[in-house]
């Protein structure tokens, strides 16, 4: 079994930063990328950022240059920084997470979070 637990999330004035976590563990053998999705009350998920096991990275328009994910891969865990944060950036953050689990390697699977509430006022 595979998991993914977020966490970081909070209430933040507009302007503030935040730093989320994402911790994948269980029956892993390797991750390909990880991601950060959010989703707003009444919105459709949207994508944030991605990183590849390689290291590569990529941003949505609307959070370029103020968001930053990076990966720790040893521990499994991927980060968001996020910068100079907006009212409308007030959402649900999930983690997800492409891998290959130790019981079955000839596939790749998406993993989701439960996701951490970030709130921005304004």
């Known amino acids: 079994q595979v998991q993914l637990v977020e966490s970081g999330g909070v209430l933040v004035h507009a302007g503030g930063s935040l730093r989320l976590s994402c911790e994948a563990s269980g029956r892993i053998f390797s991750i390909n990328r990880m991601c950060w999705y959010r989703q707003a009350p009444g919105k459709q998920r949207e994508l944030v950022a991605v990183i590849t096991s390689g290291g590569n990275t990529n941003y949505a328009d609307y959070v370029k240059g103020r968001f930053t994910i990076s990966r720790d891969k040893a521990k499994n865990t991927v980060y968001l920084q996020m910068n100079r944060l907006k009212p409308e950036e007030t959402a649900v953050y999930l983690c997800?997470?492409?891998?290959?689990?130790?019981?079955?390697?000839?596939?790749?699977?998406?993993?989701w979070g439960q996701g951490t509430q970030v709130t921005v006022s304004s």
């Open positions: 997800n997470a492409n891998l290959t689990s130790v019981t079955n390697r000839l596939r790749t699977d998406d993993y």
